[in-house]
Nanobody
C-alpha cells in the first residue's frame, strides 16, 4: 500500500524556520521524483519545489527561491523541505507528491498534507 506521510508543520513566527518531512512507503522511492506543493484557502495548489529521483536536480517556485531547500534521503525513503525566513504568505497546507513515468504510464501519489501557519 502506497503511503506518503508528511510531518513537521505548525505555527511559526515570521522570519522563523520549519523543516517538513515526507516519509514514503509502498513503492520504489528512489525511482520517483518528489515534490512539495502548497495550497492556501481560496488559492490554487502550487508547486513549491521538486527534486529528481537521484537528487541531482532541483527547481523552486520563484516565491521561495533562496529561502526553501528541498532534499531527499533515498536510504530513508524520505524527502524534506527546509523552510527559512518564513513569511505570512507561506501559510498553507503543504503536501508531498511522488511522480514517475515508466513504460508509457504516469504514476502519481499524494500525501495528506501538513499545515504551516506563519503568524505573529
Amino acid at each position: 500500500q502506497v503511503q506518503l506521510v508528511e510531518s513537521g508543520g505548525g505555527l511559526v513566527q515570521p522570519g522563523g524556520s520549519l523543516r517538513l518531512s515526507c516519509a514514503a512507503s509502498g513503492f520504489t522511492f528512489s525511482s520517483y521524483a518528489m515534490s512539495w506543493y502548497r495550497q492556501a484557502p481560496g488559492n490554487e495548489r502550487e508547486l513549491v519545489a521538486r527534486i529528481t529521483s537521484a537528487g541531482a536536480g532541483t527547481n523552486y517556485a520563484d516565491s521561495v527561491k533562496g529561502r526553501f531547500t528541498i532534499s531527499r534521503d533515498n536510504a530513508k525513503n524520505t524527502v524534506y523541505l527546509q523552510m527559512n525566513s518564513l513569511k505570512p504568505e507561506d501559510t498553507a497546507m503543504y503536501s508531498c507528491n511522488a511522480d514517475r513515468r515508466w513504460m508509457g504510464k504516469a504514476y502519481n501519489y499524494w500525501g495528506q498534507g501538513t499545515q504551516v501557519t506563519v503568524s505573529s
